[in-house]
């Protein structure tokens, strides 16, 4: 056998040794793995544009969180949502106050770039877009494709 077709990790944190395979095999699983990226890719960037605003219910709290963030003004689970109760369809409050801000301080000169208040629709289509981001930077450095 010697380790031909399995897998083996090294002492780089667990990398997938492709070196153990012949190079159609590896070629193969970097296609599938493109393929994969791919997939992901069109399916957010579709999700992002086409479906409507406020789909989600909790958009709107989310895009005001980092609004207020992006002002240097933490809100608390009692503040409105950015834009005033006309912007969205319900008269909801700041609720995910409480999350952890990093994904909020990113997604805050973002969301107040594009104005959530005289255009909210756009405001968390630009959200969405960062969400995207969010997902790519944690799904590959913390699986292991990261060379050390």
Do not use: C
Not at 34 to 61: C, H, K, R
Not at 64 to 89: C, Q
């Amino acid at each position: 056998m010697g380790g031909q077709g399995r897998a083996t990790a090294t002492a780089h944190g667990g990398l997938l040794d492709l070196r153990t395979y012949g190079p159609s095999t590896a070629r193969s699983i970097w296609t599938g793995l493109a393929a994969i990226v791919i997939a992901f890719v069109a399916a957010s960037l579709t999700t992002a544009v086409l479906y409507p605003p406020l789909t989600p219910v909790d958009e709107g709290a989310h895009v005001s969180y980092g609004y207020y963030l992006s002002a240097l003004d933490p809100p608390t689970v009692f503040d409105p949502l950015a834009g005033g109760s006309y912007t969205y369809r319900e008269n909801r409050t700041v609720y995910t106050a409480n999350h952890p801000p990093l994904y909020y301080l990113v997604l805050g000169p973002v969301v107040r770039g594009v104005n959530v208040v005289s255009d909210p629709g756009t405001a968390i289509r630009a959200g969405r877009l960062v969400s995207i981001g969010f997902g790519w930077w944690q799904s590959f450095p913390s699986s292991g494709w990261r060379r050390n």
